[in-house]
């Protein structure tokens, strides 16, 4: 399954690129639905791929027919559920794999990642190209990404922002949060990053989750009862 959307880059600063078109392609992946996304501006020029799962064949023969050259596997964290493909999204691209330094060695490790936690195959990658830290800027489709440390869910969980988007791997959900249950979670260092960081975000940021629908820094503000105190 494919979902398509168009979202719009503002300048504010440069009057003659006031508005640039950025396609979002979302694939739900794995066996715990995990949101994958294909981010490109036309048919033939550069892409980024985010968190591939489990049996991404969709997502490589969406590339091919869109006739994109890669720049980037970029990876919000190193759960299972969104390692799963990368290597052969790795192997059909030749993009380089962003990861953040506290899950590097989670690509390797199966007891690390999750995976030897569910019953599923065991997953294990090779190491990643490119190692976050947190604070980047990266430049990516003609376009700066910042990466943002936003931990909780796990110890090296980022989220990439560009313009009015953020990809929020899962961290947060429409109406909910991530978990914190798993090795390497943390509630309270959770909400710190939702309230400190995500919260902070322009309430038009719209939010691409690893799981579930689209939503709004906003909606999320009004809605969302781990935002608004009804649930802690």
């Known amino acids: 399954m494919i979902r398509h959307f168009v979202c ?8 003659a690129r006031k508005v640039k078109i950025m396609q979002v392609e979302s694939f739900v992946l794995g066996p715990v639905m995990t949101n994958c996304y294909l981010v490109y501006k036309e048919r033939g020029g550069a892409g980024l791929v985010i968190d591939p799962g489990t049996g991404p064949e969709e997502v490589v023969e969406r ?15 190193a759960h299972f559920d969104h390692i799963g493909g990368v290597e052969e999204v790795r192997a059909a691209t030749g993009a380089p794999v962003y990861i953040h330094q506290e899950e590097a060695e989670w690509l390797l490790q199966p007891e690390l990642n999750g995976s ?31 990466v943002l440390h936003t931990p909780g869910h796990s110890p090296g969980s980022v989220s990439y922002r560009t313009g009015s988007v953020i990809f929020s791997g899962d961290v947060l959900f429409s109406g ?37 629908p689209v939503t709004t820094i906003g909606r999320e503000q009004d809605t969302n009862p781990y935002v608004t105190g009804g649930l802690e």
């Open 63 to 77: 590339i091919r027919d869109l006739d994109l050259k890669i720049e980037a596997i970029l990876l919000t964290h």
């Open 8 to 15: 719009s880059l503002v300048w504010k600063k440069d009057p």
């Open 176 to 212: 909910s949060i991530g978990r914190t249950d798993f090795p390497g979670g943390d509630y309270k260092t959770l909400m710190q990053t939702i309230h400190q960081v995500m919260m902070e975000l322009p309430e038009e940021t719209v939010v691409y989750s690893g799981h579930g």
């Open 116 to 146: 030897t936690l569910f019953p599923v195959e065991e997953v294990s990658c090779r190491p990643a190209e490119k190692i976050v830290e947190g604070g980047e800027q990266l430049t990516l489709l003609g376009e700066t990404f910042a």
